[in-house]
């Protein structure tokens, strides 16, 4: 099985920084990469596919980059809405299999 | 407009049997992937299965396969997920997911397993 390791796990950040949040596979996955949002008691949301194509209506305040086995996520101008948990995914091969969760919280 | 629907969740003792229905509207069932993807409490998200309307074939995670099934019904925009022998550890919410190209591009509100005694 492909393993996806995020780092770091937990970030604090204020409104208006820009933050990064860094995956990587334990084989390459060609750009086989997505990034979804999490906050507390809803259902996931997906930013990112293709390692950097936004999902329909997601703000250009997201983008991601990368291929092979490392891949990042930059949120610019953080707002109050964004503080959520993040998590990569890669579709390259079954079993499909998530990065353990980046939880951004507000300083 | 996409939208998903979970159902089925319930509170089943350990070694019993449930069904989730995910119904869909909005957009053709027949050419797409649809799968599950499940989320312990306080957990991050794990994969489940995903079912391929295009051939047919289904795909499971290691931590089900062998007691889980999943299955289509596109005459009613339906996937579904039966559970067996569940243990406790099968606890979570489970969430419905329309696949594009692999990523997920709609998931549903989730439905709540519960399995215990």
């Known amino acids: 099985d492909i393993q996806m390791t995020q780092s770091p796990s937990s970030l604090s950040a204020s409104v208006g920084d820009r933050v990064t949040i860094t995956c990587r596979a334990s084989?390459?996955?060609?750009?086989?990469l997505a990034w979804i949002q999490q906050k507390p008691g809803e259902a996931p949301k997906p930013l990112i596919y293709?390692?950097?194509n936004l999902q329909s209506g997601v703000s250009s305040k997201f983008s991601g980059s990368g291929y092979g086995t490392d891949f990042t996520l930059t949120i610019n101008s953080l707002q109050p809405e964004d503080f959520a948990t993040y998590y990569c995914?890669?579709?390259?091969?079954?079993?499909?299999?998530f990065g353990q969760g980046t939880k951004l919280e507000i300083k | 407009e996409v939208s998903l629907f979970e159902s089925g969740g319930d509170l089943v003792q350990p070694g019993g049997s449930l069904r989730l229905s995910c119904s869909a509207s909005?957009?053709?069932?027949?050419?797409?992937?649809m799968s599950w993807v499940r989320q312990a409490p306080g957990k991050g998200l794990e994969w489940v299965s995903t079912?391929?309307?295009?051939?047919?074939?289904?795909y499971y995670g290691d931590s089900v396969k062998g007691r889980f099934t999943i299955s289509g019904d596109s005459s009613r925009n339906t996937v579904y997920l039966q559970l067996s022998s569940l243990r406790a550890e099968d606890t979570a919410v489970y969430y419905c997911?329309?696949?594009?190209?692999?990523?997920?591009?709609?998931w549903g509100q989730g439905t709540v397993v519960t399995v215990s005694s």
């Open positions: 909005g957009f053709t069932f027949s050419t797409c992937s």
């Open positions: 997911a329309k696949n594009r190209f692999g990523s997920f591009d709609f």
């Open positions: 079912f391929s309307f295009c051939d047919g074939r289904s």
């Open positions: 293709a390692v950097s």
């Open positions: 995914q890669q579709y390259s091969a079954y079993p499909y299999t």
């Open positions: 084989q390459g996955i060609s750009n086989y």
